[in-house]
């Protein structure tokens, strides 16, 4: 991935994981906690949700180490406070999933976008434009997957572990989120030792978004495929 595709590919990660944590933020309210309210993140100011490590170092890091192939990120964690759940238990779980549900919604949006840009760009002087737009509608179907299944990692405190700490036995369970504190270290970890096992956790987001995409192949314009070698 060269620097040119990288402008196409920025804009879409940033609004998805900014999508990501307002999810977050307004289930947390849903479920009685108004945390992220009450401090001014539940909006869609990028400001407000931009993390040195995780909106810029590791979506370079990864940019980096597969060589322009995976590019993934996230936004600053929304603060929530799980004991005003009404339901601890089952609001846990909602907000918790809140985030990769909102992408899965956002890639099946750019897939059903796709179809209807690439027919709408068939008038030849909106061709080229039209390319462009379909262009980061099919990094936005791939991103969104890879995120869904970054954020599944059962690796707290990534989404994925307030799930598994609900079906493991309590004592076990506080022992597992303890595994947060160093979450980030394990992440940095694997990224550098051993990127090839999130590679392979990744594969099936991987195909599955291309299979997405293979539904609306034939709507997809010759500029946008130039955009996307």
């Known amino acids: 991935m060269g620097y040119q595709e990288l402008l196409l590919v920025v804009p879409v990660l940033l609004f998805s994981v900014i999508a990501h944590e307002y999810a977050h933020g307004y289930a947390a309210l849903k479920q009685g906690d108004t945390t992220a309210l009450s401090q001014g993140r539940l909006t869609w100011n990028p400001v407000k949700h931009i993390d040195p490590w995780m909106t810029i170092l590791m979506p370079l890091l990864l940019w980096y180490a597969s060589k322009g192939s995976v590019i993934l990120g996230g936004a600053k964690p929304v603060p929530v406070d799980p004991r005003n759940y009404r339901n601890y238990r089952r609001g846990d779980i909602i907000v918790s999933l809140a985030g990769v549900f909102t992408n899965l919604l956002i890639a099946i949006a750019c897939v059903v976008v796709i179809a209807l840009v690439g027919f709408a760009g068939r008038a030849g002087a909106l061709e080229k434009s039209a390319g462009i737009v379909q262009a980061m509608l099919v990094n ?5 997957m890879m995120l ?24 076990w369970a506080i022992q597992y989120q303890r595994v947060g504190f160093y979450g980030v270290i394990i992440l940095v970890v694997i990224l ?21 995409l293979r539904l609306v192949r034939h709507t997809v314009l010759p500029s946008a495929s130039a955009w996307l070698q």
């Open 192 to 212: 550098w030792m051993v990127p090839e096992l999130l590679t392979r956790w990744l594969y099936p987001a991987r195909v599955a978004g291309e299979a997405m």
């Open 148 to 171: 869904i299944a970054f954020n599944l990692l059962p690796i707290p405190p990534l989404d994925g572990s307030h799930v598994v700490k609900h079906v493991l036995p309590p004592a």
């Open 140 to 144: 936005g179907v791939r991103i969104n």
